[in-house]
């Protein structure tokens, strides 16, 4: 049996567990005399009026705490994990896995692989499927769990067991018609590979997919990110197989009947063309896996750009960082500003850490940003914060290298440093902008 731990990061004010005096380290032992498991299971337990809470304080002493409330009345904790009896780990070995493509001295969850359909659920984390027990499938069904998100690549059984080398993946099938069955509805993701499931393996596998499209909500296909760590000899997505691609994904919409299937914003960028309008992403369903990003942001611009101010106060120069891909857009985008004493600078961070075939800002180090900047006179730079740790909805000041932003700062002692924390949206650089107005 596995251990259930429930420690209180914290507790929300005027709640009832801060007026019983919960306090942030304390564990929940029991509830109603049972342990649950994860925080959806607690969230089925504590819907009653009344409630016996077990509690184990920070000095050990043991309270019992006797509650009367309203039925679905939250009792105000906010617990370290929203898993308790430890996250489900990886079992899988995929040929495209980023985490195998990383060095050695990162941050240690950096190679953490969990495989946990809980996390997918409440976090929207990509699950294989493949460490799914019979226990697991009773509780999606009965807690009616909907909906997941799905790493699927491949609808060929042996293709996609090559691909993740496991033999369970092969399983795919039948578990999609099992979630057909429950009616949990499903994000997809196709990591596509050149030479494994690009081209007329993606046909069969979105042609396959027409029996589940009543629990499909949307099918994202991203290239496969290939570090200089890499041991195996890949091909990258080129123009021609970008180009190839975003054509089978229209063609499969319309099959569907309903836009659906997305291809994420690189193939826009390697095939050289424009990313499509909103009507392409629909609720921008997939945004964390790269697809609508560039729209969204152009669309902010543009929203803001008239809002903007014509001059400001004194000479002043801002400069955003950024990954190749996104430092391309906002070139392109800052040459429609025109504010008198305002000079807008963009800077393309090399990814010296992971090599240059990765060119998103998430995997940009430190020390990348410390080599771009080392020589350069920057008054005020602009990053993004998925360059740095994130902790639930904030972020710490450390990169992925465990450089810190007082690393950065050192460089120059005058230079201001703002982080954008939404990067989907122009919105924040734009109140940067007005500040000096």
Known sequence: MKKITMVVEDVIKNSIADAIGIKSGDKILEINSKQPKDIIEYSF?????????????????????????????????????????????????????????????????????????????????????????????????????????????????????QM????????????????????????????????????????KTLFSLLQ??????SVAVVPLGISKYRKEDFKPVDKKIALETIKIVEEYNKMFKKQVIMASDEFFVLAGLDVPDKKYYGDFLQIEDGVGAIRLLEDSFY????????????????????????????????KQINIENLELEVLVAKNGFFGDKINVAGLITGLDIINTIKDKNIENLILPSVMLKKTGDNYEEVFLDNTTLDDIKKLNKNMKIFVVNDCYSFDEISDIIKSFK
Do not use: M
Request: net charge positive; glycine share 2%.
């Open 212 to 217: 589940f499209k009543s629990i499909v909500k």
């Open 45 to 161: 337990i504590i819907n009653d009026e009344e409630i016996n809470l077990l509690v184990e304080h920070k000095n050990s002493k043991q309270e019992l705490y006797e509650i009367e409330k309203d039925l679905d009345e939250d009792l105000g904790i906010i617990f370290t994990s929203s898993v308790f009896d430890n996250v489900k780990k990886c079992a899988n070995h995929c040929i495209f896995c980023f985490v195998d493509q990383q060095p050695k001295g990162l941050r240690e969850s950096l190679y953490v692989k969990d495989d946990d359909w809980r996390l997918s659920y409440l976090d929207g984390t990509y699950i294989t499927l493949t460490n799914l027990n019979e226990d697991d499938w009773e509780r999606i069904e009965k807690y009616h769990i909907s909906p997941l998100f799905v790493s699927l690549h491949t609808l060929n059984p042996i293709l996609r067991a």
């Open 303 to 334: 929203k803001n750009l008239k809002k903007l101010p014509k001059k400001i106060k004194s000479k002043t120069k801002l400069t955003v960082l950024s990954a190749k891909t996104a430092s391309n857009i906002f070139k392109k985008l800052f």
């Open 164 to 203: 993740t080398r496991n033999p369970k993946a092969a399983d795919i099938l039948e578990q999609l018609k099992r979630f057909k069955k429950i009616k949990t509805k499903l994000h997809l993701q196709i990591v596509l590979c050149p030479n494994y499931n690009d081209g007329e393996e993606l046909k």
